[in-house]
């Protein structure tokens, strides 16, 4: 039965050289929904692992509580929490086979040689491991261990399941399919998951909701769609993805939207916060189209082919360079460095920030 898991005012401090303090964790608050499949995003040392490790026992809280459905599991010791953890590193047995590693965890569980054995068999055919249990970990490919180390976790029924970064030692096709399988089997078992990733593709294609974090702070919770395309903050948006920020005044609002200039052009940008005089425009490369006429006028500096796409870095007026791409991209008809062209904002994909 999955299990919500609640962090109240959670804050974890370590000390530091001098007599000092880092608050690695600083006053978070989250609820993370049964079956809900939550993503902890954000640079190296803004508090996402050691919120994980929190939740799991490895690390106790300075302060604060965490609940796992009703219990308050803040000073338990990780074996006296129902949580599993897929680990970086795997850590694997190499001198149990394979199912002795995906069983390793029923042991201390009282559970009976036979059903361990049809729990071994059942796990292991969900994550795509039947027929390789007689196998030595060191005859798998990172791949098939990844697998093992998340079939150990997930075979013992935890109320929740957490990630630190375990595709990190992984090729970037294998990364991008192990992501889609741990995905299917997180669905199929309707399991809590908490996922720690530095890597905003990843966050984006796993999960139900994204928490990016900064300074042990919480910058905000959303889906990926809206984290991508509504960031509340600019560190979130310059976070996720490429992004350019236009200077902006808003001049009022008609039916519901903000009307916007910039660069001597007047946008309606729907679904904008309220907000008057200078601002900051969000703009995706994507949301953005380089054209012959019509637009604000700019000077192609570089281009790129990427195959799928041609992304191109243009100067404004201003002298400030953004960033453009172009799908499907003809190279014929192409812009050249150093032609001049002219920029049009598509104004259902732009969205507005203070400045």
């Known amino acids: 039965m999955p299990q ?25 608050n989250l609820v993370i929904e049964p079956g809900e499949m939550v993503t902890f995003l954000g640079p190296s040392g803004c508090g996402k692992t050691t919120t994980l490790r929190m939740v799991a026992g490895f690390e106790m809280p300075t ?28 850590a694997l047995f ?21 059903e361990a054995k049809q729990r071994v068999e059942r796990i292991m055919e969900l994550v795509g491991l039947k027929g390789l249990g007689k196998r030595a970990p060191g005859q798998l490919s990172g791949g098939q261990q990844q697998r093992v180390a998340l079939a150990r976790a997930l075979v013992v029924e935890p109320q929740v399941l957490l990630f630190d970064e375990p595709l990190s030692n ?9 992501r889609e399988e741990i995905r299917r089997v997180q669905q199929e078992l309707r399991i809590t998951a908490i996922y720690v ?13 994204i928490v990016v974090m900064n300074a042990g702070r919480i910058e905000q919770v959303g889906s990926p769609q809206e984290i991508y395309l509504k960031p509340a903050t600019r560190f979130v948006a310059d976070f996720i993805g490429k992004v350019n920020f236009l200077p ?45 006429s019509e637009g604000i006028p ?4 570089n281009r790129v082919y990427l195959g799928s796409a041609l992304e191109y870095r243009v100067e404004l007026p201003n002298g400030e360079q953004v960033t453009v791409y172009k799908s499907n991209p003809n190279l014929e008809e192409a812009f050249a460095p150093g032609e001049q062209g002219f920029l ?12």
């Open 170 to 178: 992984l090729d970037a096709k294998l990364r991008e399919y192990m």
């Open 4 to 28: 919500k898991v609640e962090l109240r005012d959670l804050v974890k401090i370590f000390p530091a050289p001098g007599g000092s303090e880092v608050r690695a964790v600083d006053g978070v």
């Open 344 to 355: 049009y904002l598509d104004s259902h994909a732009l969205h507005v920030l203070p400045e």
């Open 298 to 301: 700019v000077t192609v500096v």
């Open 197 to 209: 990733t530095h890597d905003q593709s990843e966050a984006m294609a796993l999960s139900d909701r």
């Open 63 to 90: 302060s604060g509580h965490i609940f796992i459905g009703s219990e308050d599991v803040s000073t338990k010791a990780p074996n006296e929490r129902d949580t599993a953890m897929v680990f970086q590193s795997y």
């Open 94 to 114: 190499p001198h149990m086979t394979v199912e002795e590693n995906v069983g390793y965890g029923l042991r201390f569980r009282k559970v009976s040689k036979q």
């Open 248 to 292: 902006c005044k808003v001049l009022g609002r008609e039916k519901g939207a903000a009307v916007v200039e910039t660069f001597g052009r007047r946008i309606t940008v729907h679904d904008a916060p309220e907000l008057r005089g200078e601002a900051v425009l969000v703009v995706r490369p994507e949301a953005m189209s380089l054209q012959r």
